[in-house]
């Protein structure tokens, strides 16, 4: 089973699907607790334990994309432009659509007062079935490798960073809050089978 981001663009739905080319070889995960007592706050005991929602969590990999195989398969595409399209693919999650960015500028010059800032699809990051969750992309770090005769890279090594969405940022309605409800809930079950292996293990030892 191999990886996959996937923006939710309904207006251009192929653009918005990079499936990992190889899977990478460390995911890396922060969880941040997030409290009810700010720390400015004068320290409470009624709410040292309180929750102001699930962690702000954010995840990094590291991505290989290689397109020799392909173009030594005869690819045109592959021969061409070598992987600019997957590395495209993955930098416009970051961009706003130019057809919003130009009626923007439309409407700023006839006048109107508020323009509302275009929004990104939202993303998807699948990795395994046991992890389908909302993100958003923050950074991208591309080292790019081995250019072909127009200069389009061969291979590149891509760093991504993306932060969770979560049932507090997008609403427990959307798809994007039960997707990620569904995920806690997962975790939940697996907490509490490790938790049962844990004593099962010790009663037996």
Do not use: C, H, W
């Not at 990079?18 to 460390?26: G, L």
């Not at 709410?47 to 590291?62: H, N, S």
């Amino acid at each position: 089973m191999k990886g996959a981001i996937v923006g939710l663009d309904p207006l251009n739905p192929l653009a918005s699907v990079i499936v990992f080319q190889y899977n990478p070889d460390t995911l890396n995960r922060t969880l941040q607790a997030r409290t009810a007592q700010a720390p400015t706050q004068q320290s409470n005991p009624s709410l040292a334990l309180r929750l102001a929602g699930p962690p702000t969590e954010t995840i990094r990999m590291e991505l290989e994309l290689d397109a020799a195989d392909q173009m030594a398969s005869g690819d045109g595409t592959a021969q061409n432009l070598g992987v600019t399209p997957a590395l495209a693919a993955m930098e416009m999650l970051l961009y706003p659509k130019s057809a919003l960015v130009i009626a923007n500028q439309i409407l700023a010059v006839a006048g109107v007062i508020e323009v509302i800032p275009p929004e990104a699809p939202m993303a998807l990051l699948v990795f395994g079935p046991s992890r389908v969750l909302p993100v958003r992309l923050t950074e991208l770090t591309v080292t790019e490798q081995l250019f072909g005769p127009s200069l389009n890279p061969i291979q590149a090594k891509v760093g991504i960073a993306v932060r969770v969405l979560n049932y507090d940022d997008l609403g427990l309605a959307s798809v994007g809050g039960g997707l990620f409800l569904a995920y806690q809930i997962g975790r939940e079950v697996m907490a509490t089978q490790s938790g049962v292996g844990a004593v099962e293990q010790a009663i037996g030892g």
